[in-house]
């Protein structure tokens, strides 16, 4: 199991790469051993080739005479039914490279697509996670306003975010999708680094877009984003409370399927897979047995190790294998379907579709490699993953900023059991009512959708027939739940109709 395989999203255990050898996961990504040969993977991997040379001389690089956003207006053929008064001509759909402040030579892409609905809707920024794993991967097979039909036409997502917000798609950090940079000391391997550069990146993004600063601006993203969302909050907050740039008009964040808090989650594995019937009672006591020294690596790496972080990621991980010996081939984002494909699921319209020439010409990216999992990005942020995330959260929402975690109820991977054990037990103003309010059904259409708890600017939804992307498995009920938290009326359907024809 390599990186590469692991996922679309959440990667997993790179454990094979880690460790000196190993017998039972082959790596087939097989860094050769000469440190040159190493190094010459390692720059493959940071999306540097092919083409630099030619690439550098067409597109303008960190340049004081250029600017350092460089956006293109997209006139791709769609299929179907737009859905909305709104003619494909005035629809603003871009793709650019913002050339990274405060970076040696990164250059970091993104798409942009203004709403179907209406140009006052919110503004979304979107991060997929991995670490390493490119946020077209949401655009394409989740909330994009398009999907990609088997002969690669596009064809309008009747579901797509864009038909209630502005939506941004970015590929970071650096290395991964579109993004790249010349200088390996461009990689970032935790979030302090990640949320500078999406923090400078929205800063920029605001001075070519400033008519959006009025708009409200949610955070969401999904998996190891779980991560860096509540980074990149905290990093708005403080910009906006310090006066650093641009304010940022942040009314929320929101994480689905993510990993935030890792001491809980990882105790929550074995629960959820004896629940779920994936092992018998016996392998659960005996993996449950893994745990406490787990948890006590993970409190070793606290909020600054770097070594123990590296070791508590082997050790929480083999909870995880453990659970994935014994259940079979099964998809562990969604644990009805069996594992198929490179990462689990087979994404490889995207790749096609991305490759061919007419596509990277409107997208700008010339010649560029598309890296839809970087397997070099995730492995310079093992020793971020077992950090806790929740720390930063508490003073957010007592500021009023809305969070809503969200998971669908088949993915084993980040668990909705873990992620609701984190919420309620998340110390606040509003701890105790939170903790004591009942989760009550969730409803798009008249149909029980999942269950919800919310209270104040807090809520949590689980999420019914769905697995780790929610978004591709309900897209319905994910834009629904999008539109009413938005509004601030996710408990109520939305349901207009019924009210005004009485
Ligand atoms: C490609 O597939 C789409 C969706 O299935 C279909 O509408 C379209 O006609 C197809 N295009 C061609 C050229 O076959
Ligand atoms: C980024 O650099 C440009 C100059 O190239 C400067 O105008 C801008 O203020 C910088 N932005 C940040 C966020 O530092």
Redesign the pocket.
Known sequence: MNARSLTPVLLFLSISSLLPSSSQNPNPKNYPRSSRRFAEALIRDLNLIPGIQEIDGQIPENDQRNPRLVEKKLNLDI?GDIGSGISIQELGHHAGYYSLNHTHAARMFYFFFESRGSSSDPLVLWLTGGPGCSSELALFYENGPFTI?D?L?L?WNDYGWDKASNIIYVDQPTGTGFSYSKDLRDLRFNEKGVSNDLYDFLQAFFEAHPKFLKNEFYITGESYAGHYIPAVAERVHRGNKGKEGLKINLKGFAIGNGLTNPSIQYGAYADFAYSMGLIGEAAHDKISKIYPICELGIKLCGSSGVITCAASYVLCNSIFTSILLLAGNINYYDIRKKCEGELCYDFSNMDKFLNQKDVRAALGVSDRKFVSCSPLVYEVMITDWMKNLEVGIPALIEDGIKLLIYAGEYDLICNWLGNFRWVDSMEWSGHQVYSETPMLPFIVDGEEAGQLKTYGPLSFLKVYNAGHMVPMDQPKVALDMLKRWTKGSLSEEDNVGLVSVI
């Open positions: 299929l039909a002969n036409s064809v």
